[in-house]
């Protein structure tokens, strides 16, 4: 019998977010970190196989998304205080450490968390997004990641990125999603999910800040340095945001890393859920 999905707001690091908890209680813990512009449904793929396997799943949504609380201040979203968050959701649990799958932003707090927190993290998996370091030489020195990467830039433009996104009914937030991604991969009724989060009050306002905090605070992301535990790199090499070579330099920042390229796009767990569950459940 499958396990229920357990909405709970929890308090964590001054804020509360809300988080979809699934499995049997005593299981080892693995936290699932969604990335921009998702929320916990991200994961909807992976949670059930994950509890299934006994392990005690919980998928937030990060602050500025969704159903969890979202500061206004842009200097909230700097990673040191994103990964905070999530420590503060390990001791929630009353566990000592936990196992953290990222994609996306959710991937680089993963990798930030894996790096400035080894005694909290038992093992980390990274999808579709490269270690901080290497993205931020690829942005300094190849052009092609930085045409890829146009949107940042306009990310850091105040109201406006917001308010472009609003319009039509999010219409640029749904493109977003399916012209980069397998055809039937997002359906309308998943679309309606992602709208609704994208509606929350103050929700746009914060995901955005993701990205505005990473460029007016540099030095604190470029601060994430080397893993030493376990970690699994999963790469959609069909990304359309990323060069799929970054995976491969991220392996550089690794003492115990492994790579693992899938014919997918950047929404790999969504595209190839059933090989991505098999390579977490092997790996974890």
């Known amino acids: 019998m499958p396990y229920p999905l357990e909405h709970h707001q929890v308090p964590t690091n001054g804020l509360t977010l809300h988080v979809v908890q699934c499995g049997p209680p005593a299981g080892p813990l693995v936290i699932l970190l969604h990335g921009f512009p998702e929320f916990w449904f991200g994961w909807r793929r992976q949670i059930e196989a994950l509890a299934e396997a006994g392990y005690r799943v919980w998928a937030p949504d990060q602050r500025g998304y969704n159903l969890s609380d979202k500061p206004r201040r842009v200097r909230d979203y700097t990673i040191d205080k994103l990964a905070a968050d999530i420590v503060g959701l390990i001791n929630a649990a009353g566990r000592e450490t936990a196992a953290i799958v990222g994609h996306d932003w959710g991937a680089a707090v993963a990798w930030h968390l894996a790096a400035n927190h080894p005694d909290r993290i038992s093992r980390t998996v990274v999808l579709n997004v490269p270690h901080p ?18 949107y940042v830039f306009f990310f850091q433009l105040p109201l406006l990125p917001e308010f472009f996104i609003r319009l039509r009914n999010y219409w ?3 493109q977003s999603l399916r012209r980069t991604s397998r055809p039937g991969t997002f359906s309308n009724a998943d679309l309606v999910e992602y709208v609704q989060a994208w509606r929350q009050p103050g929700a746009l306002r914060g995901m955005i800040n993701w990205y505005r905090a ?10 994430t340095g080397r893993v030493t535990g376990p970690l699994h790199i999963i790469w959609g090499e069909k990304d359309a945001f990323l060069e ?11 003492d115990d890393g492994q790579l693992t390229y899938l014919k997918a796009s950047h929404w790999v767990q969504h595209e190839e859920a059933a090989e991505v569950n098999r390579l977490l459940l092997a790996f974890l």
């Open 244 to 254: 799929a070579d970054l995976a491969r330099q991220s392996l550089e920042f690794c």
């Open 214 to 223: 990473a460029a007016r605070h540099a030095r604190r992301l470029a601060g």
């Open 172 to 174: 640029l937030g749904r």
């Open 133 to 150: 370091r290497v993205l931020g030489r690829a942005l300094r020195q190849n052009r092609r990641q930085l045409r890829k990467s146009w």
